[in-house]
C-alpha cells in the first residue's frame, strides 16, 4: 500500500484505531512528520493532540547512523555512553527547542487519559518511537499506552509490542529501507505546519 501523503495516512490509521473512540484519549504525534498524521486520528477520535518529542542519537563521526534515541526524561542507547555525551547534550538542546517552539504538553495540561496514542508517519529503526514510549510509559503509568503508524520495518514494529500494550502498524513490507518510499509526497514537514495542526486540533 502506497499513501499519497501524511493525512491520507492518518486517517486510515485513523479508521483502524476507530475501536478506541468513545475512550478518554490523547494522542501524542512525534514531530514533524508525525503531527499531520496524528492530527487526523484526533480529528477522528475527537480527543486532544499534543507532542512527543524524540531525537536520534547519531554515532560520532556518522551522525546519520543511529544509536539511540533521547525523548523527555528518557535515553535509549544501543552502545556505551562514553564518548557520546557532547551528541546527547546538542539533542537535548534542539529537543528543549521543539518542545518550546510547539508547546508540548501544553494541550493537554491537566488530563488524565484512559488511553495514550504515541503517532509517528513511519518507523524505520524504531530507536525514537522506543525512547519516545519509554518517556510516555513514565508520565503515564495508569493508562494504555497504543503506538500506531502507517508503515514500519518489520523487526522495529515487532520491537515496539515491548514498549506498548498495543501496536498498529497498516504495513510492514518484508522490503523496508525507507519510510519516505511508501508515500507518493512526503516533503518535509515544517515547524509551521505542526503548530498549525495543534492549533487547529486544539480548536475541534
Excluded at 529537543?95 to 503517532?119: N, T
Excluded at 509517528?120 to 495508569?142: I, N
Excluded at 493508562?143 to 522495529?156: E, I, T, Y
Excluded at 519516505?180 to 495543534?198: K, N, P, R, S
Aim: some cysteine; charged content about 30%.
Amino acid at each position: 500500500m502506497i499513501f499519497a501523503d501524511r493525512r491520507e495516512a492518518g486517517q486510515r490509521l485513523a479508521n483502524a484505531l476507530a475501536g478506541h473512540k468513545g475512550e478518554k484519549c490523547l494522542v501524542l504525534a512525534l514531530p514533524r512528520g508525525g503531527v499531520p498524521v496524528g492530527f487526523e486520528i484526533a480529528k477522528a477520535l475527537r480527543c486532544p493532540l499534543d507532542t512527543i518529542v524524540a531525537r536520534k542519537i547519531g554515532a560520532p563521526g556518522n551522525p546519520e547512523f543511529a544509536v539511540g534515541a533521547i525523548a523527555p526524561g528518557a535515553v535509549l542507547l544501543d552502545v556505551p555512553r562514553a564518548g557520546l555525551e557532547e551528541t546527547i547534550r546538542e539533542e537535548e538542546i534542539e529537543m528543549k527547542r521543539r518542545m518550546e517552539k510547539y508547546k508540548s504538553d501544553s494541550y493537554s495540561e491537566g488530563l488524565k487519559p484512559s488511553v495514550v496514542i504515541v503517532v509517528d508517519d513511519g518507523v524505520a529503526t524504531g530507536r525514537t518511537a522506543r525512547a519516545a514510549l519509554m518517556a510516555t510509559r513514565k508520565k503515564y503509568l495508569d493508562s494504555k499506552l497504543v503506538f500506531a503508524a502507517p508503515v514500519g520495518a518489520p523487526d522495529s514494529v515487532v520491537e515496539l509490542r515491548q514498549y506498548a500494550d498495543e501496536v498498529v502498524c497498516l504495513e510492514t513490507p518484508p522490503y523496508f529501507s525507507a519510510v519516505g518510499e511508501w508515500y507518493e509526497h512526503f516533503d518535509q514537514t515544517t515547524d509551521e505546519e505542526v503548530i498549525d495542526c495543534l492549533r487547529h486540533s486544539a480548536r475541534q
